[in-house]
């Protein structure tokens, strides 16, 4: 991994000095704060007088007054370092007439731009074959099908669908759990070992797989089903939401088509995010980071995971993913800086046109009333640096 | 008796500062057989001070209920209260900074 220069480090770290008699001011309103709470039995609520509370109070009401203190410096110094985060105190120190404080705290990294035409990126075109289409509706009619149970003394067969009790038994052959299982027999999508134990079973057979460790699982075969696919027809169409079984070809064909658009056009932009992070590695701050992994997990399905592995896998893969987001945005949001990239009103209705907004008019007028009509600029504007990167980084095409 | 076992405590309350800073009149929990000369001698003693004139009370006792399930529990104690009114010029130190 490259070294990152400390400049393009989002973190950073402060020293400040505070004079103790700012402390001393700020202890006197801190005891008026409490005066304002403060029970005494022998005093009505807020009649407590001052020096007694700072009397009772004494240690509270100085690390309020410090941290209170501290806190003034830091909205002084917020606008100075653009700082975009928390501000965490990592040590405070008592001197003869100050404190030292060490804060920590996160700004936008500088970002250096490279040369974009010294930049060669390739540009993947996939093509939509037949056999895509076709894959994609037998994947449809898996969807659709029915599952029939074949006769008690059939012995299973590949592409077969199995339901089972299975019984978990730890190395001292203790019951550990015991569940009905659904499984697929397919030899590439199953464990090998449960593959070979389950050939040749029938009904009402029993299973073993014996695992290194000395823990088994036993499979009472309960139910073997085969999958019926509907016949494919004008009918299967009709029920999919198509005319005819034409139309709907070509309407697939067309979404893959699409997509496969999509992913390409995805791809592309990656590499030539990756190539320009390559050249000028920076640390984007972790607050950024953090809420982009929140909206990424906010719009999707969150899967339900049963091992710890796993969950901790996708949460890895996600929060990489918010990653390179926030690198992209920074890094487009430099490129809108330094080459004071605008937009015109016109290219703000084309972008929403593109979006599929069919009264681009209506929705800018409605997103000014909510308050939004920024955040869409700010788009409009990203996808203008993106495009002037794209013109400038050489692509070599790949059609796939 | 000993001296230091007249004074128990000051009285710090609304009430008892206001005396304090208006009539130079101190408040203190003292012993229940301590007397007003041996108050006034345990003051001048204690906090080396010179003390005019001692007033005493003693305090009824209370009904104390249970905080949790609001029943009468018993009485608070029976004490002792003196008023402590020190000659023009004097005050308590120790009870200045309240």
Known sequence: MAVIPDERKALRELKLQIEKLKVLEEEDKVALEFQKFVEIP?????????????????????????????????????????????????????????????????????IELPDFTNIQVDRKIYKV???????????????????????????????????????????????????????????????????????NKKVNDIAEVKFDDGSRQVFKIQEIKVRKLPELNDEFAQINGYMDLEEMKQKIREMLEKEAKVRGEFEYETQIIDKIYEAYPFQPPSKFVIN????????MEVPKFNRKEEEKAFQEQVLSLAYKSVIRELILREVIKQKS?????????????????????????????????????????????????KNLVRTKVIVE | M???????????????????????????????DAN????KEAVEKLFDVKVEKVRTCIMKPKPRSNIRNRRRTGYTKTWKKAYV??????????LEGV
């Open chain 1, 341 to 389: 990239i605008e937009v015109s009103d016109e290219e703000v209705i084309e972008y929403l046109k593109q979006r599929g907004e069919e009264n681009p008019e209506e929705y800018i007028k409605r997103s000014k009333q909510r308050g939004q009509y920024e955040s869409i600029i700010e788009s409009v504007k990203m996808k203008k640096a993106f495009d002037y990167i």
């Open chain 1, 129 to 199: 074959s037949d056999l895509d289409v076709a894959e994609y509706i037998e994947n449809l009619r898996k969807k659709f099908s029915e599952e029939v149970k074949v006769e008690e003394d059939r012995e299973i067969q590949d592409d077969d669908i199995i339901i089972a009790k299975m019984e978990d038994y730890d190395k001292d052959g203790n019951l550990v759990s015991s569940e009905d299982v659904y499984i697929e027999y397919k030899k590439d999508e199953i464990d090998e070992r449960l593959y070979r134990a389950l050939a």
């Open chain 2, 2 to 32: 000993d001296l230091r076992d007249v004074i128990i405590r000051p009285i710090i309350t609304e009430k008892a500062l206001r005396y304090r800073d208006n009539y130079k009149i101190y408040v203190f929990e003292v012993h229940m």
């Open chain 1, 42 to 110: 022998g005093f009505r609520k807020g009649k407590v007088p001052i020096s007694l509370i700072k009397q009772k109070y004494k240690e509270d009401i100085k690390n309020e007054a410090i941290k209170s203190a501290i806190r003034q410096k830091i909205d002084e110094l917020r606008s100075e370092y653009e700082i975009v985060s928390d501000v965490g105190i990592k040590d405070i120190h008592e001197a003869d007439n100050s404190y030292e404080v060490l804060i920590e705290f996160e700004v936008i990294p500088k």
């Open chain 1, 292 to 299: 982009a992994y929140e909206n990424i997990v906010k719009n």
């Open chain 2, 85 to 94: 009114k020190l000659k023009e010029g004097y005050s308590i130190k120790a």
């Open chain 2, 36 to 39: 007003k000369s041996l108050v």
